[in-house]
Nanobody, 112 residues
Framework: QVQLVQSGGGLVQPGGSLRLSCVAS???????MGWYRQTPGKQRDFVAS???????NYAGSLKGRFTISRDNAKNTMYLQMDNLEPEDTAVYYC???????WGQGTQVTVSS
């Protein structure tokens, strides 16, 4: 069973940047990977995904500020978040798309 371990996140001021990492316990080179986020009382929303060959897809409102990437040699996926806004505050989760494998979640708080 694949385990996804997240790191990164934390508190940042508006306009700041953060990078999230998601490390898999085994090879994910053939998998489509994704990031989602969730705020209290709301559903988990799609943020971005990346195919095995590195083609990204973003939620429309986030394109240009967020960048998804992966390093298959390290079994790792990243989410670079720039020009963060208070509305980006959420718990962020990584996922192997079309599976029930999720990371543990990491809190991102954007506040002055």
């Amino acid at each position: 069973q694949v385990q996804l371990v997240q790191s990164g996140g934390g508190l940042v001021q508006p306009g700041g940047s953060l990078r999230l990492s998601c490390v898999a316990s085994e090879s994910i080179s053939s998998e489509i990977m994704g990031w989602y986020r969730q705020t209290p009382g709301k559903q988990r929303d799609f943020v971005a995904s990346i195919t095995s060959d590195g083609s990204p897809n973003y939620a429309g409102s986030l394109k240009g500020r967020f960048t998804i990437s992966r390093d298959n040699a390290k079994n790792t996926m990243y989410l670079q978040m720039d020009n963060l806004e208070p509305e980006d505050t959420a718990v962020y989760y990584c996922n192997i798309i079309f599976t029930t494998y999720w990371g543990q979640g990491t809190q991102v708080t954007v506040s002055s």
